[in-house]
């Protein structure tokens, strides 16, 4: 039996789940509301504050399937009450971000300017000109869009110059030695 999909979902003060027919599920919070169609083969019950996933049978489809969905229950119900961030650093001479009305403006190296808007779902801070906090409630559009950020400059390995998470560790490679 899957440890993750067994393990029951407490629901928190302030927040209201509904599941429909053909599993489809909504949560209300007091960040927002997200909503999503969740695969037939697996059961999704709410009683008591507490919201159980189940599935039919061990085949192999429905075991896989167990431990996602109940993934997924599970950070919609942490998104809408506590959000979820991302927060990425920028190094290089020159590279540096900052936030005009709702976009992104971002100096990269390039002839011009990297500019990227922040949708609905999406909130930008930019603390400073070397980092980025990406916010949302919906962690899959979260690390989505930071993951877009840093690919209009990904870190290289020489000097380590671009767009890196904060988490990141960024493997050096020497450079070229003098030839002789």
């Known amino acids: 039996m899957s440890r993750i999909g067994r393990a ?3 629901i ?6 509904n ?9 209300k919070g007091p960040k927002g509301t997200l909503e999503r169609d969740l695969v037939p083969q697996i059961k999704v019950s709410v009683d008591n504050g507490i919201v159980h996933v ?5 085949s192999k489809e429905c075991r896989s399937l167990h431990g996602l969905t109940r993934t997924l229950v599970d950070n ?3 998104g809408v009450t506590r959000g979820f961030e991302k927060k990425l650093e920028i190094n290089g001479v020159g590279y540096r971000a900052a936030k005009e009305g709702k976009n992104l403006v971002m100096n990269l190296g390039y002839s011009h300017q990297v500019i990227m808007p922040e949708t609905e779902d999406i909130q930008i801070d ?3 000109a070397n980092h ?3 916010k949302g409630i919906d962690k899959q559009k979260v690390g989505q869009f930071a993951a877009e950020v840093r690919g209009k400059r990904p870190p ?3 000097k380590g110059k671009g767009i890196k998470y904060d988490y990141e560790v960024i493997r050096r490679k020497e450079g070229k030695t003098g030839a002789k």
């Open 76 to 78: 919609m119900v942490i």
């Open 156 to 158: 290289e390995p020489y």
């Open 19 to 27: 599941v429909t027919e053909g599993n489809h599920i909504t949560v």
């Open 8 to 10: 029951p979902i407490t």
């Open 126 to 128: 930019v603390p400073d």
């Open 54 to 58: 189940t599935r039919p049978n061990d």
């Open 132 to 134: 980025i906090v990406v």
């Open 12 to 17: 928190p003060a302030g927040v209201e789940i």
